[in-house]
């Protein structure tokens, strides 16, 4: 059964780093379009991070700020590294994978299958 765990939330301060994790089943990392999402009650998901055969996409308020990686060959895990966080960083975080290219502007919708979320907390 396809399934996506992510991990690695947790409470920082402004300024700081957390690196989430999202594992994966070993078919789906290297070859599908894999996404990172920030949900905040209340407001839609955003797509923050996506990564699709080497091609990166960011959305605008993370840009130079997060980075998205893979590690396909042993740990089936995707990354999503937060540096100098932001309280407007603040959110449960979930991966989604989808077998076709993708983008931070795509919905959650678009992809077939998500993760349960990892909350990261930055505070002022």
């Known amino acids: 059964q396809d399934r996506l765990v992510e991990s690695g939330g947790g409470s920082v301060q402004t300024g700081g780093s957390l690196r989430l994790a999202c594992k994966t089943p070993s078919y789906i990392c290297g070859s599908e379009c894999m996404a990172w999402f920030r949900q905040v009650p209340g407001k839609l998901a955003e797509g923050v991070a996506t990564?699709?055969?080497?091609?990166?996409?960011y959305a605008d308020s993370v840009k130079g700020r997060f980075t998205i990686s893979k590690d396909c060959a042993i740990k089936n895990t995707v990354y999503l590294e937060i540096l100098s966080a932001k309280p407007e960083d603040t959110g449960m975080y979930f991966c989604?994978?989808?077998?076709?290219?993708?983008?931070?502007?795509?919905?959650?919708?678009?992809?077939?299958?998500r993760g349960q979320g990892t909350q990261v907390t930055v505070s002022s």
């Open positions: 990564s699709y055969y080497g091609t990166v996409t």
């Open positions: 989604a994978a989808v077998n076709q290219e993708c983008n931070t502007k795509n919905m959650p919708g678009f992809f077939r299958i």
